[in-house]
């Protein structure tokens, strides 16, 4: 399909999914609803073996939601926002595929939070993150609340919330919100060596290590373990893990199958 709000193509094996509205890319309903369908056509792509969350603007790589869009709703307007934004967060969750954030500019929050939900977070030297929902009397609708908890733990999370600050990505660093800090002219690069590197690995192994955590870390104890003993049971049965294991006695490069 055709996209107005979003840019989606392939670099090699790695996808990449930026966000495209100028001046600032602030969100409305089109641009969230073309995000899931970018995201969903990633996916499914079998070229893509790992997905990239970024932004096509220079300065911007997102000024949050659109003012415009809050402006006279109800509670019944904001439930369907609400509903939309957690399909996001279910989707996000839900790949199979390795995803990864390439954050750069200004970052602050729908599509910032968007890369919460990513496995591993680069960043510009020269970035500002923030979540100032506050100063509208708003929380962070897209999962921030709950994946911020599981950044930063209970009391940072609740800290950076309250004071709705606009922070450096040093601090970000230092805090865990962001994973690595790169040189400014160099995130582009850096994050597509990353996703090559990740896709030359067994995907249904990246799979099982996403899901397991993901979703493990929010089940009892004895319920995740039960699902990583299941992903054991599953990949023992595949065609990468016999390879893997001849490859290892053999002394040789296992070859993979990515279809």
């Known amino acids: 399909m055709d996209f107005e709000f ?23 309903a089109s641009m969230v609803r073309e995000v899931m369908a970018g995201l969903k056509s990633l996916q499914a ?51 199979a595929k390795p995803l990864l954030a390439a954050i750069h500019g200004t970052a602050v929050g729908g599509g910032l939070e968007m890369t919460y939900h990513c496995d591993v977070r680069f960043c510009a030297g020269d970035a500002r993150l923030g979540q100032p929902e506050i100063s509208i009397g708003f929380i962070p609708p897209i999962g921030a609340t709950q994946s911020l908890a599981r950044l930063l733990g209970r009391s940072r999370a609740i800290r950076f919330l309250y004071d709705g600050e606009i922070i450096g990505a040093q601090q970000a660093l230092a805090i865990g919100l962001v994973d690595e800090l790169v040189p400014p002219g160099e995130l582009r690069a850096r994050v597509q060596a990353y996703g090559e590197a990740l896709a030359e690995k067994p995907p249904e192994a990246l799979a099982a290590i996403r899901r397991t955590i993901t979703v493990g870390m929010d089940l ?3 319920e995740a373990l039960a699902l990583e003993h299941q992903a054991v049971v599953e990949l023992g049965g595949t065609r990468n893990f016999k390879e893997g294991v001849r490859a290892f006695l053999e002394k040789r490069k296992p070859e993979w199958e990515r279809d």
């Open 6 to 28: 979003i840019r989606l193509y392939n670099d090699g094996p790695v996808g990449w999914l930026e966000y495209h509205r100028p001046p600032r890319n602030a969100f409305h």
């Open 45 to 95: 792509d079998p070229r893509a073996r790992v997905i990239v969350i970024g932004s096509a603007l220079e300065q911007w790589f997102s000024v949050g939601a659109e003012m415009q869009v809050f402006d006279g709703l109800d509670q019944q307007g904001m439930r369907v926002w609400a509903d939309m934004a957690h399909d996001v967060v279910r989707l996000l969750r839900a790949s």
């Open 220 to 222: 009892p104890y004895e």
